[in-house]
C-alpha cells in the first residue's frame, strides 16, 4: 500500500498527532519514559526532542527500505534501524551535551523499545510514502515532546515550586511533594488523559438499550426482557 | 530465506559504520570532558591541592575498581593525601557507578564524591547519599570500608559502593604505604 497515509492531506498528518491522535494521551503510548522524565521541564524536553529525531528517521529511512526489507525481518530490521539512531543521539548528548545526558539516564537507551515509534513504523513508516511518514514523524514527535512539556510543567510546577528550574517564590516552600514522585505522575497523566478526552469530546462506547442504561438494575422494563417476558 | 538474511546482515553493517564514524568523531570529546570532570572533582575534594600527579605502574591490574591514582601535591610539592579514580560494578554493570575518593596520608578513605550514578534514579542516588555520608562523617580504613551499613531496598548499589572503597584503601596500603595497615 502507497498513499498519503491516511485520509485529510499532509497538513492533517502532521497535526493530528498533536491532540487528535496525540501518542501519549490518546493512544497512550510510551507511558515509561512519559511517567520517570516527566518530573522537569528542561529534562521533558530534551526526552521528547531525542525521541522526535529518532522518530524521525526511523520513519523516514524504514518508509524508504519499505520494499526492500522482507515481511519475515521486518522487526528485526527496524530494530537494528531505530537501535542505530538511539546510539546516534545518546552518543551526540554524551560528548555536547552531558548534562542531559546524565539527566535522561537509563531513559535514553530505551528509546529503542518505545512502542510510539516501532508501532509508527510498524503502522505508518512501511505503509506510506516518505514525505508522508516524515511529517509522520515530526507530528508524533512534537506530540509527544507536549504531552511530556505540559505533564513536566504541572509535576515541576506545583511538586518542586520551579519551572525549567527557575525557582517560583511561594510554591517553593509550599509545593505538592507527591507531584514530583510516581503516584502524582499518575494522578496528572490521568487528569490530562481525561482532559483530552473533554477536549475532544470522546467518551468511552457505551452499550445500547438496556445494557446502557445507569438504572437498569433497579428497572422493572429490564428485568421483564432479560427474562423474555417483553421483547 | 537468503534475501531476508542478506538485508539484515546490510542493515547490521551499514549502521555498524555510521556509528564507527560518529565514534571516530566524538570519542576524543567525550575522552576530554570525562578528564576535566575528573579533574574539577578533584579539585572540589582537595581545594587546598596545587596539583596531581598520577601514579606509575600501580598494580591497578590488581584492584578491580581502581581505573587512576594520583597524588595531591601541596605549594612545595609535599604530598597532601591520595586521590583514586574508581569505577564500581552496580546494577547496570561494570563502571555504571563511577566515584573518586580521597585517602590521607594515614591511608583512610576520608571522602568520596561521586562522578556518574548510573543505577536506579532515586533509589541509586538515595544509596549513595547514605554510603557517603557514612564515609565522609569520620573517614574509614579497611575495618570501617567493609562495616559501611547498605542502604535498604539498593543492596546492589550500595554493595558496589563498599567494594570500591575497600579496594580504594587496600590500593592505597600497598602502592604508597608499603603494606602498611
Redesign the interface.
Known amino acids: 500500500m502507497s498513499g498519503n497515509g491516511q485520509n485529510g492531506g499532509k497538513p492533517s498528518i502532521l497535526l493530528r498527532g498533536l491532540i487528535r491522535e496525540n501518542p501519549v494521551l490518546v493512544l497512550i503510548l510510551g507511558t515509561c519514559p512519559t511517567l520517570a522524565v516527566s518530573t522537569q521541564a528542561s529534562n521533558a524536553i530534551g526526552m521528547g526532542f531525542a525521541a522526535t529525531f529518532v522518530l524521525v528517521c526511523s520513519n523516514v529511512v524504514i518508509s524508504l527500505l519499505r520494499n526492500v526489507i522482507p515481511d519475515k525481518v521486518r522487526i528485526p530490521c527496524y530494530i537494528v534501524l531505530i537501535a542505530g539512531f538511539v546510539t546516534v543521539v545518546q552518543t551526540l548528548l554524551q560528548a555536547y551535551v552531558y548534562s542531559l545526558y546524565e539527566a535522561l539516564g537509563i531513559y535514553l537507551p530505551l528509546i529503542v523499545v518505545n512502542c510510539i515509534i516501532l508501532g509508527r513504523a510498524e503502522m505508518f513508516a512501511n505503509k506510506n510514502r516518505v514525505a508522508d511518514s516524515l511529517l509522520d514523524g515530526i507530528g508524533m514527535g512534537l506530540g509527544f515532546t507536549l504531552a511530556l512539556l505540559v505533564m513536566a510543567s504541572i509535576r515541576e510546577i506545583l511538586g518542586s515550586g520551579s519551572w525549567f528550574g527557575i525557582a517560583i517564590p511561594w510554591l517553593r516552600k509550599n509545593g505538592i511533594s507527591v507531584l514530583t514522585m510516581a503516584p502524582g505522575g499518575f494522578i496528572v497523566f490521568g487528569c490530562l488523559i481525561a482532559l483530552v478526552y473533554r477536549i475532544l469530546k470522546r467518551s468511552p462506547p457505551k452499550p445500547e438499550g438496556c445494557l446502557g442504561c445507569p438504572v437498569r438494575d433497579t428497572c422493572v422494563k429490564s428485568k421483564k426482557i432479560a427474562s423474555g417476558e417483553e421483547a | 530465506m537468503i534475501?531476508?538474511?542478506a538485508?539484515?546482515l546490510a542493515?547490521?553493517i551499514v549502521?555498524a559504520g555510521?556509528?564507527a564514524a560518529?565514534?571516530e568523531v566524538?570519542a576524543p570529546?567525550?575522552a576530554d570532558?570525562t578528564v576535566k570532570?575528573t579533574e574539577t572533582a578533584m579539585r572540589e575534594i582537595m581545594p587546598e591541592a596545587y596539583g596531581f600527579r598520577e601514579a606509575e605502574d600501580a598494580p591497578y591490574g590488581s584492584y578491580a575498581a581502581v581505573r587512576g591514582a594520583y597524588e595531591a601535591l601541596g605549594a612545595d610539592g609535599e604530598t597532601l593525601g591520595y586521590i583514586l579514580n574508581l569505577g564500581a560494578k552496580g546494577f547496570?554493570g561494570r563502571d555504571s557507578i563511577t566515584l573518586i575518593a580521597l585517602a590521607g596520608l594515614d591511608g583512610r578513605i576520608l571522602g568520596t564524591r561521586t562522578l556518574?550514578n548510573?543505577d536506579?534514579?532515586g533509589k541509586g542516588d538515595l544509596a549513595a547519599a547514605h554510603i557517603e555520608a557514612q564515609i565522609n562523617a569520620s573517614g574509614v580504613d579497611l575495618a570501617g570500608a567493609e562495616a559501611v551499613d547498605a542502604y535498604t531496598g539498593a543492596t546492589i548499589s550500595s554493595n558496589a559502593y563498599r567494594a570500591a572503597v575497600i579496594d580504594a584503601v587496600a590500593f592505597v596500603n600497598e602502592y604508597w604505604l608499603g603494606g602498611a595497615k
Open positions: 534475501k531476508p538474511v538485508v539484515l542493515i547490521c549502521i555510521v556509528l560518529l565514534n566524538t570529546v567525550i570532558a570532570r547496570n556518574v548510573g536506579t534514579k
